[in-house]
């Protein structure tokens, strides 16, 4: 067991260990028995510190550095405690206790104050079965929401491919491209590499201080959507805003800010007149006189993904090159044509955006309540003594995690998601 793996993996229960060590090694670690409370001890925000899982699997299990191992000295179920130690007010109780800035720590003499909800055994069981019963069917709205979501890409993807690939007419005249992987494409668009029509500035590869109120950097959590989005960005100093965009680097709308580094290939247009720099490994592509809606499309077609996949095949670190990304091979129709295509484009897949975003919001509120619900049953709030859930239709076993959980094929589950993700965009969860 690994302390990241709490974070990223196992969200309160370890069912089954992944990472494996030699036999011989394990005298230098720490095992653990079933039923075990393991902390993590350093985390990236006060909000995430102590993060715990309970040891569920029935294989010999150690673990390395960075762990803080509880085992509890009375009869307790496991179940029940791997719910109660991530419980909200338990949360809260950890996160007071952390200490530091860059890494923040909490450490076992602090976590020995925890206080839990320990009722009797026989209502622990109780609790835990009725907590893991809904987890269930929780994680089962999830898969369906996400394999919905996933459906939706596709959709997407096809829908832009098309466009940026064939345009509009479907009697246009083609071409060969000269591109294995492309095929055939309308023949009076140009195919060439991106420098030749447009520019791109790498970033300053500097660390700047970053100020409450400045100016703000765009670097790869800021590059998510179509549009760039700066709403929570880092901001920098005037001085040091000046020094970033030396050289021809101050982004200007119409141009686009592309990952070169950390999510390789995610591009945004910009569309604000705010100033503002590059921060860590983006670049900026100045689209010159192509349309930038159009170029962004293309960037993020499977075109583009398929260009990226062939260069990234036997890289050791998932980046690109400022040179890669010159070298890039690009559609250009005719302007006129490149914003006639962004204009059906906008239109054609806006609905199916909507949808994605109504999914989303319907896990995130999925989410938000399994977690009060968690809460309020742990701290007595809500008895489910006698409670007895109905099973539902054919219902497979699901992990208590909902990360974990596999997109299932179950059409009436699917269908309904489906209907619930086409309703308009301000529907929710009641």
């Not at 590059?223 to 929570?232: A, D, S, Y």
């Not at 920098?236 to 141009?255: F, I, M, Q, S």
């Amino acid at each position: 067991m690994r302390y990241g793996d709490i974070y990223t993996r196992y969200q309160g229960f370890i069912w089954k260990v992944t990472s494996y060590i030699e036999p011989s090694a394990t005298s230098r670690y720490t095992p653990i028995r079933r039923g075990d409370v393991l902390f993590a001890a350093s985390g990236e925000s006060i909000n995430e510190i102590g993060r715990s899982a309970v040891n569920l699997s029935s294989e010999p299990v150690v673990c390395g550095g960075d762990i803080i191992v509880f085992r509890p000295t009375a009869k307790m179920d496991p179940v029940f405690l791997g719910y109660a130690c991530n419980a909200h007010p338990i949360a809260h109780q950890k996160s007071s206790m952390g200490r530091g800035f860059t890494v923040v720590h909490v450490y076992a003499d602090e976590l020995k104050q925890l206080v839990l909800p320990v009722p009797p055994l026989g209502e622990q069981v109780t609790i835990g079965a009725v907590l893991t019963e809904i987890d269930q069917r929780i994680n089962r709205l999830v898969a369906s929401k996400r394999r919905l979501i996933g459906r939706l890409e596709e959709q997407k993807q096809a829908i832009i491919h098309r466009a940026v690939t064939r345009g509009l007419d479907a009697h246009v005249r083609l071409k060969p491209s000269g591109i294995d992987w492309l095929g055939e494409v309308p023949a009076h668009w140009e195919v060439g590499p991106l420098r030749r029509r447009c520019g791109v500035m790498d970033c300053k590869h500097v660390t700047v201080p970053f100020v409450d109120d400045g100016i703000p950097l765009a670097s790869v959590r800021e590059v998510k959507g179509f549009e760039l989005c700066l709403n929570n960005a880092k901001m920098t100093t005037e001085p040091w805003y000046r020094h970033l965009v030396a050289g021809e680097r101050c982004p200007a709308v119409g141009d686009i800010i592309y990952c070169r580094n950390v999510g390789v290939g995610a591009a945004a247009l910009v569309t604000t007149e705010e100033r503002f720099a590059m921060g860590q490994d983006v670049c900026l592509i100045r689209t010159r006189r192509e349309d930038g809606r159009f170029l962004n499309y293309f960037l993020r077609s499977l075109a583009m993904k398929h260009q990226l996949s062939q260069l990234l095949i036997g890289s050791t670190f998932n980046r690109i090159n400022v040179s890669d990304i010159k070298v890039l091979r690009l559609l250009y129709p005719p302007a006129e044509e490149q914003r006639a295509i962004a204009r059906h484009l906008d239109e054609a897949v806006s609905g199916l955006d909507r949808s994605r975003e109504s999914a989303e919001r319907e896990i995130a509120l999925l989410r938000e309540y399994r977690t009060r619900l968690i809460t309020d049953v742990v701290t007595g709030k809500l008895d489910v003594r006698g409670v007895s859930l109905p099973p539902l239709p054919d219902e497979p076993d699901a992990p208590p995690d909902p990360d974990d959980a596999e997109p299932l094929d179950d059409p009436e589950l699917m269908d309904a998601a489906e209907a619930m993700a086409e309703r308009a965009a301000g529907d929710a969860l009641t």
